[in-house]
């Protein structure tokens, strides 16, 4: 059930933002927003050992909200990419970025597989803000 809030949130995302950047042609104010955003809403995702991570609603309500702002992301600077190039072939300027973004992720796995085996602590003096990091979680 959340999997699917989160896909919506998505598309509405997309709608809405994307919407509103059709009409302002503010890409960078909105892409800058959203990843503002998007680390915001993510912090509730690691917060599982404390009080405000048992939180169902709340983390529900982060996914939701990240679901938002995240997913309009590609296809905003896509069509950013796509105006500043005018008059170039859209396809290929959509192109290009779609194969920059797989290289991208093609190279972060072995990061992410190295910090998968990390375990940080964060403020462990503090009982009330103590948390661990972990990346096998």
């Known amino acids: 059930l959340a999997g699917g809030a989160f896909e919506v949130?998505?598309?509405?995302?997309?709608?809405v933002l994307g919407g509103y950047v059709d009409r302002t042609k503010a890409?960078?104010?909105v892409t800058l927003s959203?990843?503002?955003l998007s680390v915001i809403f993510t912090i509730p995702l690691g917060l599982t050992e404390h009080a405000?991570?048992?939180e169902?609603?709340?983390l529900v309500l982060s996914l939701i909200g990240l679901g938002f702002v995240t997913?309009?992301?590609q296809p905003i600077n896509?069509?950013?990419a796509v105006d500043i190039?005018?008059?170039g072939d859209e396809t290929a300027v959509e192109s290009v970025q779609q194969i920059g973004g797989n290289l991208f992720s093609a190279l972060i796995i072995p990061l992410a597989a190295r910090a998968g085996k990390l375990d940080i602590q964060i403020l462990p003096k503090n009982p009330l803000l103590a948390s661990d990091i972990r990346g096998d979680v």
């Not at 949130?9 to 709608?15: D, E, K, L, P, T």
């Open 9 to 15: 949130a998505i598309v509405i995302g997309g709608i």
């Open 85 to 87: 190039s005018y008059p």
């Open 78 to 80: 896509a069509e950013l």
């Open 52 to 54: 405000l991570g048992k």
């Open 71 to 73: 997913g309009p992301i």
């Open 34 to 36: 959203c990843l503002v």
């Open 56 to 58: 169902p609603v709340l």
């Open 27 to 29: 890409y960078k104010k």
